[in-house]
């Protein structure tokens, strides 16, 4: 049974950081795509990053610069470092992994993604 348990959610001041991790149980890394979604309030679901080993690492266009994604095969866990965090990035951070490489055109389409985690909340305030 796969398992996705995301952690290091919180409250910020705007321009601050933090990372996210999302800790893997019952779930194989390897060149699967991994990926974090974000939802806030009143809007969809989207996705901010994405990675797939020996594929690529993917940001949306709203965080690029700001935040990276990674992942540790070796301890199992996907990370995203979010830095200089504005107000727009306030909602639930999601950890989702697929079963499949993904690459430029899939990697933020959900149905690239087979496991979902529960989600960590990310406050940014002024």
């Known amino acids: 049974q796969v398992q996705l348990v995301e952690s290091g959610g919180g409250s910020v001041q705007a321009g601050g950081s933090l990372r996210l991790a999302c800790a893997a149980s019952?779930?194989?890394?390897?060149?699967?795509?991994m990926g974090w979604f974000r939802q806030a309030p009143g809007k969809e679901r989207e996705g901010v990053a994405g990675i797939a080993f020996g594929f690529g690492a993917y940001t949306a266009d709203s965080v690029k610069g700001r935040f990276a994604i990674s992942r540790d095969n070796t301890k199992n866990t996907l990370y995203l470092q979010m830095n200089n965090l504005k107000l727009e990035d306030t909602g639930v951070y999601y950890c989702a992994a697929g079963v499949v490489p993904c690459g430029v055109g899939s990697w933020y389409r959900e149905y690239a993604y087979a496991y979902w985690g529960q989600g960590t909340q990310v406050t940014v305030s002024s």
């Open positions: 019952g779930y194989r890394f390897s060149s699967s795509c």
